[in-house]
């Protein structure tokens, strides 16, 4: 499986942005798909993921300005970030795991949130 990650910029605290990651490939048998970020010197953090039923879970930190979803036909997720703070600044990874328990990456997204 091959993600690709798009959306990601600068913008500033308040703002909106709109990351969407496109799975292509061996994209058969995809159950979860997600995002997470990473900051220098911390460890990469769930920020929302999706089921393949639909079902949803956020980091506490999101809640209520972020919201992820999916189109299953073009194999891609989307994460909408609405009232962005600057420590939501972060390199932005996609993810999706199978039924298997394989989990694959994309290459990152940098968003910037200025005060």
């Known amino acids: 499986v091959q993600l690709q990650a798009s959306g990601g910029g600068l913008v500033q605290a308040g703002g909106s942005l709109r990351l969407s990651c496109a799975a292509s490939g061996s994209v058969f048998g995809v159950d979860s798909m997600g995002w997470y970020r990473q900051v220098p010197g911390k460890q990469r953090e769930l920020v929302a993921e999706i089921t393949s039923g639909g079902n949803t879970n956020y980091a506490d930190s999101v809640k209520g300005r972020f919201t992820i979803s999916r189109d299953n036909a073009k194999s891609t997720v989307y994460l909408q970030m609405n009232s962005l703070k600057p420590e939501d600044t972060a390199v932005y990874y996609c993810?999706?795991?199978?039924?298997?328990?394989?989990?694959?990456w994309g290459q990152g997204t940098l968003v910037t949130v200025s005060s």
């Open positions: 993810a999706v795991t199978k039924y298997t328990g394989y989990n694959y």
